[in-house]
């Protein structure tokens, strides 16, 4: 009897054992059908907009077996335990976007998601993707031990546009493509920062609005900057570190709340010394009007150049429809997609970006010169603002996968990790040590998790 | 058929359903657990995450945080609940009212329990209110090496009373001539509780122990509700890095991870078990 209950136990075992190691069925049946994409009730994802044009385009040129399948669940966190636990069992969602709160930098190394290279290399018809027709910069932020596992499809840039007026007005610098450092503001705006003005430094708000304000991005650019995600190493304790945090509570205090209004450029009402500049060519050009400067900040280093990706995407490792998979980074990186995502083809697409096409850019520059601004007059590009900013935007020598400054995106590390202490220090629960503390914790733990 | 195989069948028939659903719900899910450790996205690894894990800085120092709330905590929890049990079998009856008031801690919701800690120990809480009136500056309750005190005071105030009834009925079954004899031997009451009671209540301690140890996994509830996903390092326990790591998708180490704290549990308590079963007066 003993025997006869051992070896069925020993069977029952065995079969679960080899159903569990092996996937090959499942991923058999996937290949044939749609490529699918998770979202939440009332979440707001940059790639829904792109994957919902596609869809169009998928039915207007009679190719439904493409379009993509967008699935939504009730709440984020379904969404999340559908994900962590398909992707457990080796499937889940073929599409990813760069907005959705996982933590791509350890995502990267778990072998989660594909090479794009190696999809594009078995591509063997006459419109190949060819990677060297794009941005070198923003597509190199993809790029992760020598494999493509994101794609980017938009990018914005790290500026700020200033009021020439009040720069003047306050004998602060205002010299065009000025590099705004943590060591250059806290010398150059001491003054400032000092007295008390009836103007601002910039945008602020204790309240979480619909964009965020430019003080919370640049607290997260600045905690970003002194992260090492390489060697897992953070230099929060430093004096560089502790000198801008306090530079940056200067800031806080002489800056003011947020328009009721979404107006980009806040500098031409007289009121804040600095906005957060737009991030496509010819609203910029729209919107100037003489009174703007535009510098490139806020960095460690006058040399760096940051952008940050706007819209990306990256695959699933599992996923084995290569070809639905390429039809749509063809749509997402072609000349047209890339120029109606900038406005040179009106701008139906929901957001403003600079596009990673270097033609579609270098169109935008075009369009831009002959676009009226809001007092109906083409100013063009040959003004000192727009070529400091192009010549930012052609210089640009790093890029980080993530937009901070947004309300719905940000990595999963602002979102998940440092979030709440970072609430907890700008609501004044935590000192500047206490955060510093805490933040050194969190953040190495979760570098080293 | 022959009257034992008939008995046999019987008795497989009644173990079965507990016995299919050990198999469905722990068993197999052990085995695809182990298996999934030795996966790392897709392809096999062997024993690489292992090796990985145990050269990873937070695994390690989630494990020294386990082993030493562990080890204090569980000490500290017996430790007391013995002396407490001893106390009240001083006195001939506990009222039935008492002995549910030992239990209200254990079955009081977590996150109710939290709240009301955090009133009381709170950086603007009861307690700093006390001492700041009484010219003395504040405590950092929650916070650096304190943190980890106050875990290990939350988990011996939930599961005391709980070991105390375990300890109670133990002692009770004590037969009252041991003592007797003591007694009339002239043993002192050191003598007596460490010579008859303890040696004599090493069944009780031994599932006292288990159930202590169950229920140190389960302050992961209030550590988690009071520091979040990512707590000062003194309180950061392996649950936390297992939980991180479910959630950042990492399965290689969750996986990993999750085998190397059983098989130390289990050796730990395969040593008890040894332990238990040479030192048993009882028998």
Known sequence: ?449 | MKYKTRTRIAAALFILPSFLGILIFYIIPYIICFLNSMYSGGDFTGVANYAELLENNAFWLAMKNTAVFMGVGITLLLVISFLLALFLNSFRKISAFFRSALLIPVIVPSASLICVWQLFFEDNGVINGILNSLGMDSVKFFSGGFSVVMIIFIYIWKNCGFCVILFTAGLANIPEQYYESARLDGASKLKTVTRISMPLITPTAFFAFLMAVIYSFKIFREVFVLFGDYPDENVYFLQNFINNNFKSLNFAHLSSASIVFSVFLILLLLLFFIFERKRNFLE
Request: glycine share 6%.
């Open chain 1, 1 to 449: 009897m003993k025997r006869v209950l051992s070896l069925v136990l020993a069977f029952i075992i065995l079969l679960s054992c080899l159903y569990g190691c092996t996937g090959e069925n499942a991923e058999e049946q996937k290949s044939g059908e749609q490529l699918t994409y998770y979202i939440y009730k009332n979440s707001y994802y940059s790639l829904y907009d792109l994957i919902d044009k596609y869809n169009n385009y998928c039915k207007r040129n009679r190719k439904q077996e493409n379009m993509i399948e967008i699935t939504e669940f009730a709440t984020e966190d379904e969404m999340y335990t559908k994900m962590a636990t398909e992707i457990m069992s080796g499937s889940g969602q073929d599409i990813f976007s760069l907005d959705q709160n996982i933590p791509y930098e350890k995502l990267f190394k778990s072998n989660i998601f594909a090479d794009v290279n190696k999809i594009c290399e078995k591509d063997s018809s006459e419109d190949k993707i060819d990677f060297s027709k794009y941005n070198r910069a923003i597509m190199d932020a993809g790029v992760i031990d020598g494999k493509r596992y994101v794609v980017p499809l938009f990018y914005g840039v790290n500026t700020m546009t200033g009021n020439k007026e009040l720069l003047e007005k306050y004998n602060l610098p205002d010299k065009q493509g000025y590099s705004l450092t943590y060591k250059n503001i806290e010398s150059d705006f001491k003054n400032f920062f000092e007295k008390r003005y009836d103007e601002y430094f910039t945008e602020y708000s204790e309240d979480v609005s619909y964009y965020g304000s430019n003080y919370d991005a640049l607290l997260k650019n600045l905690i970003d900057d002194y992260i090492d995600y390489e060697n897992k190493t953070v230099m929060f304790d430093s004096d560089e570190f502790r000198n801008a945090l306090d530079m940056l509570e200067k800031i806080r205090k002489c800056s003011g709340p947020l328009w009721e209004e979404i107006t980009w450029n806040s500098a031409h009402y007289n009121t804040m010394l600095f906005s957060s500049g737009l991030d496509d060519m010819i609203s910029m050009a729209r919107n100037q009007t003489g009174n703007e400067v535009i510098m490139k900040g806020f960095t460690k280093d006058e040399s760096e150049i940051p952008a940050y990706v706007q819209i990306g995407v990256a695959f699933n490792q599992s996923s084995k429809k290569y070809d639905k998979i390429l039809d749509f980074l063809k749509y997402c990186l072609s000349e047209d997609t890339q120029e109606r995502m900038c406005g040179i083809k009106g701008n139906d697409l929901g957001s403003s970006s600079h596009p990673v096409l270097n033609s579609a850019f270098e169109k935008s520059i075009v369009k831009a010169a002959e676009t009226e601004n809001i007092m109906e007059e083409v100013m063009g590009v040959d003004t000192e603002f727009m070529q400091a900013y192009i010549k930012i935007c052609r210089s640009i020598n790093s890029c980080s996968l993530f937009n901070n400054s947004s309300l719905y995106g940000g990595s999963y590390y602002f979102n998940s990790v440092a979030g709440e202490i970072i609430e907890d220090y700008k609501s004044g629960e935590l000192s500047k040590d206490k955060f510093i503390r805490k933040l050194t914790s969190a953040t190495q733990i979760y570098l080293y998790e």
